[in-house]
């Protein structure tokens, strides 16, 4: 009976020894690969909060141990606008997160539905959320949408007008509330009720929109036109036709 308690009381002091052990590596694994910086870019759609909410989400998320081996060699993907998510451990309490975000030039509303679309014309994503930054197109003509496919309009080439246009208008801060691309190939830009005519001549779309920060103060709280289709030799400027 005495050998049978020593070995119950040998039994309890190893597990005892053994549960202080784990317990302090537990310790120092928290202390040691607690995440305390986290860089994050690339990101346009999704706030840095958001995207480490997205990471770094369970108990675990914010230990470096447990996310290198959880994002081993490969990157997030399915997250809406998001081609994939690459999580590089810096140090064992720095992360860097790099978010390769799809390429969307624009959207078209249909009620209270948001379809993004690419550089080619695919609906790359549809949500109730509009992106500030990505400008509402309108005048396409086509029956139906469906993500991962083309809309299919009539002149495909009217994709490449569109990231001209929303490649200069970034180029020189000029968002507009939307952006009206015309069969004959106009384009026109909204400015709350004032419009902004830049014609059909892509050779000159830069030096039109180069001048348009100048004349937008001008525009506030006006409705009409400012006809920039063609330069007025007479007056020496561009006119303005109120509505």
Request: proline share 4%; hydrophobic share 40%; charged share 25%.
């Amino acid at each position: 009976m005495y050998r049978s308690r020593k070995r119950i009381l040998i039994i309890i002091a190893a597990a005892a020894v053994l549960l202080a052990v784990l317990a302090g590596v537990a310790l120092y694994i928290r202390e040691k690969y607690t995440i305390h910086t986290v860089y994050v870019e690339g990101n346009v759609h999704y706030t840095e909060d958001e995207i480490k909410a997205i990471v770094m989400e369970g108990p675990l998320g914010d230990n470096s141990l447990y996310l290198s081996m959880k994002y081993e060699n490969r990157g997030i993907e399915g997250i809406p606008f998001v081609d994939v998510m690459d999580v590089s451990i810096l140090s064992p309490d720095a992360v860097k997160i790099t978010v390769y975000e799809k390429a969307v030039i624009g959207y078209i509303q249909y009620l209270d539905t948001y379809m993004y679309f690419d550089k080619d014309g695919y609906v790359v994503e549809c949500s109730s959320v509009r992106t500030v930054g990505i400008p509402q197109i309108t005048g396409l003509v086509f029956d139906h949408m469906v993500v991962g496919e083309a809309l299919p309009v009539e002149n495909p080439e009217v994709f490449g007008s569109i990231l001209n246009v929303t490649k200069l208008l970034n180029k020189y801060d000029l968002m507009a509330d939307k952006i009206y691309f015309h069969a004959s190939g106009e384009v026109t830009l909204y400015y709350g009720d004032a419009k902004v005519a830049l014609g059909n001549e892509p050779g000159r779309l830069e030096d039109k929109l180069m001048l348009l920060p100048e004349f937008l103060p001008n525009l506030t709280g006006r409705a009409g036109t400012l006809q920039m289709e063609k330069y007025d030799e007479d007056t020496g400027k561009y006119t303005f036709k109120p509505e």
